[in-house]
């Protein structure tokens, strides 16, 4: 009898033993759904943190579209300052009446060049750019029209006479015979600015006293040479790239074109 029950319990003993270790490696194995869960979740953090390298990416260049246009703007504004730079009239300021330096503020309203001597004559015109505009306007037509190039009329070829109409555009004196031809022109002005330079170019080309390029002094100027105005003034280079190198230091190079000028007057 009590063999018996030994062995029963010695039995019972050694079931439990070989049930543990199975349940054991049971419990230890995730489920194909546990498994399945596992991996969703792990795509779906993947797919946040994309979204958000993305979100990021997109925020980096819509931030960066603007500071372009920006740059764009800006080098845009220079260059029409500096095109119009060598015919703005006056060497005071319009407001204060004091000489413009180094330091004198250019800038742009409705796309001319204006220039002052402090920031606070900025602000001034600014806000009521009309009056000032009337007085730049008046003293562009007061220095360009002694050396005015044409005869004519640009839109109708008739003769200007004495009630000739006087029209600044941009920064130049463009002249009319009268008002419809001044109306006909502001439709498309670009044929009639096209024909004042060319006679601007025709006007001082036979006496233009360089036989030589003004940026390379080695290079003749022959029939291939390029004709350019700076503001209403001739300046001849041998080819377009030194134009580009001319407009880095311009005055250096007008002082040498005027040298050349006046040893020419004395010749």
Same mark, same amino acid.
């Given at each position: 009898?009590?063999?018996?029950?030994?062995?029963?319990?010695?039995?019972?003993?050694?079931?439990?033993?070989?049930?543990?270790?199975?349940?054991?490696?049971?419990?230890?194995?995730?489920?194909?759904?546990?498994?399945?869960?596992?991996?969703?979740?792990?795509?779906?953090?993947?797919?946040?943190?994309?979204?958000?390298?993305?979100?990021?990416?997109?925020?980096?260049?819509?931030?960066?579209?603007? @500071?372009?246009?920006? /740059?764009?703007?800006?080098?845009? !504004?220079?260059?029409? &300052? %500096?095109? =119009?730079?060598?015919? $703005? +009239? #006056?060497?005071?300021?319009?407001?204060?009446?004091?000489?413009?330096?180094?330091?004198?503020?250019?800038?742009?309203?409705?796309?001319?060049?204006?220039?002052?001597?402090?920031?606070?004559?900025?602000?001034?015109?600014?806000?009521?750019?009309?009056?000032?505009?009337?007085?730049?306007?008046?003293?562009?037509?007061?220095?360009?029209?002694?050396?005015?190039?044409?005869?004519?009329?640009?839109?109708?070829?008739?003769?200007?006479?004495?009630?000739?109409?006087?029209?600044?555009?941009?920064?130049?004196?463009?002249?009319?015979?009268?008002?419809?031809?001044?109306?006909?022109?502001? @439709?498309?002005?670009? /044929?009639?600015?096209?024909?004042? !330079?060319?006679?601007? &170019? %025709?006007? =001082?080309?036979?006496? $233009? +006293? #360089?036989?030589?390029?003004?940026?390379?002094?080695?290079?003749?100027?022959?029939?291939?040479?390029?004709?350019?105005?700076?503001?209403?003034?001739?300046?001849?280079?041998?080819?377009?790239?030194?134009?580009?190198?001319?407009?880095?230091?311009?005055?250096?190079?007008?002082?040498?074109?005027?040298?050349?000028?006046?040893?020419?007057?004395?010749?």
């Amino acid at each position: 009898m009590n063999m018996r029950i030994s062995l029963t319990l010695v039995g019972a003993l050694m079931s439990t033993v070989l049930v543990l270790p199975t349940f054991a490696r049971a419990s230890s194995t995730p489920s194909a759904a546990a498994q399945q869960a596992g991996q969703d979740k792990g795509a779906q953090d993947k797919g946040g943190e994309k979204k958000r390298e993305q979100g990021g990416e997109k925020e980096k260049k819509d931030g960066e579209a603007p @500071k372009r246009d920006a /740059a764009k703007t800006d080098g845009n !504004e220079e260059m029409r &300052i %500096a095109a =119009q730079m060598p015919l $703005y +009239p #006056l060497d005071v300021c319009v407001i204060s009446g004091e000489a413009l330096g180094a330091d004198s503020k250019n800038f742009l309203v409705e796309g001319r060049l204006v220039r002052t001597c402090c920031a606070r004559c900025e602000a001034k015109i600014k806000a009521d750019p009309a009056a000032t505009m009337k007085k730049i306007d008046e003293a562009i037509v007061r220095k360009q029209k002694p050396a005015y190039p044409m005869e004519k009329c640009p839109v109708s070829g008739d003769a200007l006479g004495e009630g000739a109409v006087d029209v600044v555009q941009g920064s130049r004196l463009v002249r009319f015979c009268s008002e419809k031809c001044v109306a006909e022109f502001k @439709k498309e002005p670009e /044929a009639s600015m096209k024909k004042l !330079e060319t006679a601007y &170019i %025709a006007s =001082q080309k036979k006496a $233009y +006293p #360089l036989t030589h390029c003004l940026v390379m002094a080695d290079d003749t100027l022959n029939d291939d040479a390029v004709d350019y105005l700076y503001g209403t003034r001739l300046v001849r280079f041998c080819c377009k790239k030194c134009i580009n190198e001319f407009r880095k230091s311009p005055e250096k190079y007008i002082a040498k074109l005027d040298e050349a000028a006046s040893a020419a007057k004395k010749n």
